[in-house]
């Protein structure tokens, strides 16, 4: 589809979906307070990212690109029928320049890092049993209900969210049809799992499971999950076609009223990538309007150095709306001829209705 039409049907699709609001307006006076009708937002996401420290690499070229530029729009929508059952989904639109070509290393260094893409990006519908138990089908990104660390949400750096070694997991920017059970009480054990489709993100002739357990208490939560992708994956080491299968393990605590520590684990138990396991440690820091992260990442790379990738950044309430954000990252790869690469980051994030 030309880049022309898409965003024509994506600026469509959010006029008719900012108007619905006016056409329902009767009908939320009928619905209770506990059930609002509908709700929306649009939220503006962008990076721009100077590579100030080029990587001496084999494959580098006088032509190759010291910075980027990327925007995500999201507009985000729910209808709620009553208290129990609701419709909710998003619309996406990423334009720019793709980040991962700065550093060319295996963690990245943007979570909206993707080729230009726009699309319907979640629509799911969600059963509410009672308030510690929900059921949720449709197209859905695994990574916002699974394998995240909440405190560590205001890292840009991409293993923060998505662990490299979970390489089959449908999150940013390919979601899949999928349904998922959740039981969360706000404290104890909480236990959730789904099935998702692994061809494709719409085919479940192939299937990627999921299964998790969080442990809550007042200041910490404990997090152990396993994945299986019965799909179609080459080993490295001896070519047979199998099926893989991961694990993870998330921690953070609440240190104090402004420090959270967090730190994870992760392993991929067949050898079909060079990600095997992923180790991460970090901190963050809240004051009044701003908040202040800090963390280190490894990833383990078979018969080479670890890869390391370390991110410091501030955030600033600007507006109640709008947060500036600076971030400095700094990237060891794991080929031992390549140089190191520091890159310094402004992320906009803006959110209005």
């Not at 396993?226 to 605590?253: F, M, P, V």
Request: hydrophobic share 40%.
């Amino acid at each position: 589809m030309p880049k022309t039409t898409a965003l024509n049907s994506f600026v469509a699709v959010v006029a008719v979906a900012i108007v619905m609001p006016l056409i329902v307006t009767p009908l939320q006076a009928q619905q209770t307070a506990a059930a609002e009708t509908f709700s929306h937002s649009i939220n503006w996401l962008s990076d721009h990212s100077v590579l100030t420290s080029a990587a001496d690499r084999p494959t580098a070229e006088a032509e190759d690109p010291r910075q980027a530029h990327r925007v995500l729009l999201t507009y985000d929508f729910g209808f709620s029928v009553d208290s129990q059952w609701s419709l909710n989904g998003n619309l996406k639109m990423a334009r720019g320049d793709n980040g991962e070509d700065l550093t060319q290393n295996l963690q990245g260094i943007s979570n909206i890092d993707a080729e230009p893409f726009s699309k319907l990006y979640e629509l799911y519908l969600q059963y509410q049993f009672n308030p510690q138990t929900r059921l949720k089908c449709g197209q859905v990104d695994a990574n916002l209900e699974f394998a995240f660390v909440p405190v560590a949400g205001g890292f840009i750096s991409p293993p923060l969210g998505i662990t490299p070694t979970a390489i089959a997991l449908p999150t940013y920017y390919d979601p899949a049809m999928s349904c998922s059970v959740f039981y969360e009480p706000e404290q104890g054990w909480q236990w959730m799992g789904g099935v998702f489709a692994g061809r494709d993100h719409l085919n479940f002739a192939e299937q990627f499971y999921l299964a998790e357990s969080r442990y809550l208490t007042a200041n910490s939560r404990s997090t152990v999950g396993y994945w299986r992708h019965n799909g179609d994956w080459e080993d490295l080491a001896d070519g047979q076609i199998k099926a893989i299968s991961g694990w993870y393990l998330n921690y953070q605590y609440q240190l104090s009223a402004d420090w959270s520590l967090l730190a994870v684990w992760s392993g991929l138990r067949d050898y079909v990538d060079v990600s095997r396991q992923h180790q991460m440690l970090g901190a963050v820091r809240q004051f009044d309007k701003h908040q202040l992260g800090l963390m280190a990442s490894k990833v383990l790379v078979p018969q080479q150095q670890a890869e390391w990738l370390a991110e410091i950044y501030w955030q600033h309430q600007w507006l109640e709306q709008v947060q500036l954000q600076p971030v400095l990252q700094w990237v060891r790869h794991s080929e031992p001829d390549w140089g190191n690469n520091l890159v310094v980051s402004v992320r906009l994030n803006w959110t209005w209705f």
